[in-house]
């Protein structure tokens, strides 16, 4: 069960309830932005600090090194991440 | 240098630049350079939809009930959108395609103007259900200062770039002497207008779009002209798209391996960049005030749209690797991104669930199973 941590010191177990980062993220009340929940906006960019992350689609919106879109991807590992 | 539709000149497509190298000759996809162009096809075909699909009717009904500040509010928003989308319909077409080398990126440019000639039409469709003079909104856009003013910004970079291909594709770089008027063109410039032209679509796209759709669904959330917000909803998701084509060309450019000349534009064009997201948050607050001289309506006035030009243009910026210029870090309307939501769009009823869904999709998929219980 990989932990993400978020930069404010903040530690959520990914359990598998949720399917994606971004729900986990909400379902803790943390306020992230989103817009089409799939990839290909982009709205919902956050940094990865550490760790890594698996797609469940591959996103269409550009995705710069050390960013990642919460929205379609869960994490593999332990990871640590900022929410702009 | 001059443009031929279909080039002779036999060369690897896989190393053209994406823009000002030979002109495309076969269209063909079997081989990519950057593939996310051919997705972005694939996705935006997907997303197919047509105005008549959406019922307004009831809309007719809400736009007669509405006090007139809140009418000036709907049908000035509505006016600008036809001009953002009359000039996006055909300006990627006349000022890329002469340019442009990649065919996956020849067709996504042309796909991607096309789905805006089908956002134009949905505004005539709005139009003439909410007004029985649908001429006079029209007719209105082409002389109401406040909408000439934006007009004016949106076109002018599309023009300079049209203006310079012309020049270097009939004469080439130097200076010129045309109608006794003299001109100069290098390809450097070019591209630099180029760079500035995308930098100014990518603009149009994510913030003033945005901020016009804040506005239709301002009305949505209060059961209000529901039909519209149902196609602007459409509308926000193949902008959505538009708006990552926008941004993958411009961070292409900016990385340098597919231009060096590109890359070097982009950070000697770095003032001007910020100096184009600034100019175009002031003019969107300036557009907010005209919007609500009358009056506020419930869940938006002018003070919050100006917010949230602000927390828009931020987040747009950082997403091309530009920091904020605006305090503004929390979404004064986080109730819009409910109405951003891909699959929750619905147009016709079999495609409630999912955003992509395919006419005549078949399973293929045989075998001689599948004849088990079959007796002749």
Known sequence: ?84 | MAYTTFNRQINDQMKEPMFFGNPVNVSRYDQQKYGIFEKLIEKQLSFFWRPEEVDVSKDRIDYQNLPDHEKHIFISNLKYQTLLDSVQGRSPNVAFLPIVSLPELETWIETWAFSETIHSRSYTHIVRNISAEPHKVFDDIMLNEKILERADDVTRYYDDLIDGINLYQRCGEGTHTINGETHSISLYELKRRLYLCVMSVNVLEAIRFYVSFACSFAFAERELMEGNAKIIRLIARDEALHLTGTQHMLNIMAAGDDDADMAKIAKECEEEAYAIFRKAAEQEKDWAQYLFKDGSMIGLNKDILCQYVEYITNSRMQAIGMKAIFSTTQNPIPWINTWLVSDNVQVAPQEAEISSYLVGQIDNEVDGGDFGDFDL
């Open chain 1, 1 to 84: 069960m990989p932990g993400v941590k978020l930069s404010n010191g903040v530690v959520i177990n990914f359990d598998g309830s949720a399917q994606t980062l971004l729900e986990a993220l909400e379902r803790k009340k943390l306020e992230v932005n989103f817009h089409c929940r799939e990839g290909y906006c982009g709205a919902c960019r956050c940094k990865l600090i550490s760790g890594e992350v698996n797609y469940i689609n591959e996103p269409l919106a550009f995705v710069r090194k050390g960013e990642f879109l919460p929205c379609c991807s869960v994490p593999v590992t332990d990871i640590e991440i900022e929410i702009p």
